[in-house]
């Protein structure tokens, strides 16, 4: 039954209703004896005759208080009251991840801050042999001060009555006895779990890596208008990895690939690995390094081509310029017919190539002659030339 601000179940007061599911009603109370605030599900009168609930009830309550981590909401006390059977839990305050995703994606160095605390969350829940089975937002908590608790372990949730009901989020039965029931939150489920195949770890790195796709991009990675159409997509759609902003690392798409590998045998087997790898990006500070976009395979090959195009190109180009190096400047040869003359070696080339001026005897004495090269045109200087020609002095005695 539904309890109303001020009720009394022994120690705590009711304080205000915290939510409620097909596994039972949650409150925030008022622990009367160590003066603190705590919730407090309840389960259900109905479930009261299922000795299978009330099984799955008395589960939760042992694999919380097997865990002790500050990533684990945290239990305090399963107790039976006035006909009433309910938990003290560790009452985080803040909003839950699904809340959070409300207003959209969230930037990559934040999203990088929760994933890696929910990854120490079930790593050390595995570390137990203790598997969650139903990781999804609503189950993860971020508290005012930015720290991540994840909540609800060993329980699956149906969707409340009265209430519109997301397919996407909606959990479907379970059985932690009988094979082929299927467990877990659609959205979220692995192809094994969707099959009602029983579930390993790897169930919940595939869980992870659909929540960190979704906080990066904003989108969950398959997507559908019934329960049918999501799980479809869980066994042949493969995510949209062009969703993910520009700047996500290359790790991190790395990872995210391995995370949401169909096959768990391909699947990343160690959430611990994860950790690691979200810990090497912060640490190499390549949270802010944009990287390319995914290629298709086709542009791969295309960017290899261009690739290798441009390193043939670099080569030539510096063999070319070792080559022209490594050769001596070609030799010039220049022969000219001058007049007759006993003085073969005085001449002077002007400084612009074009003229040569030289000895030859004219009129029975040497004298300076002038010779273009271009016209091959010649005669003897006069005394106004020499102006003309200052590379050749009269004063050099010729």
Known sequence: MAFTTGTKLGLYEIVAPLGAGGMGEVYRARDSKLKREVAIKVLPDAFYGDAERVSRFQREAEVLASLNHPHIAAIYDLVEFGGSRFLVL?????????????????????????????????????????????LKPANIKIGADSKVKVLDFGLAKVGATGRAVDPSDTPTQMSGTMPGMIFGTPAYMSPEQAKGKEADRTADVWAFGCVLYEMLTGHQVFEGETVGEI???????????????????????????????????????????ARIEIDETQSGFDVLSPVAPIATPRRERMAWISALTLLALIAAVLAVKAFRTVLPPPEVRLEISTPSTADLVSLAISPDGRKIVFVATSEGRPRLWVRSLESASMRPLTGTDFAAYPFWSPDSGR
Not at 90 to 107: D, M, N, S
Not at 257 to 262: D, H
């Open 90 to 134: 560790e009452l985080v305050e803040g909003e839950t991840l699904a809340e959070r995703l409300k207003r959209g994606p969230i930037p990559i160095g934040e999203s990088l801050v929760i994933a890696k605390q929910v990854a120490e969350g079930l790593e050390a829940a595995h570390a137990k042999g203790i598997i969650h089975r139903d």
């Open 231 to 273: 799980v479809a997509g869980v066994f042949k759609v493969e995510p949209d990895w062009h969703r993910l902003p520009l700047e996500t690392p290359e790790g991190i798409r790395r990872l995210l690939r391995r995370c949401l590998r169909k096959d768990r045998q391909l699947r990343l087997h160690d959430i611990a690995d």
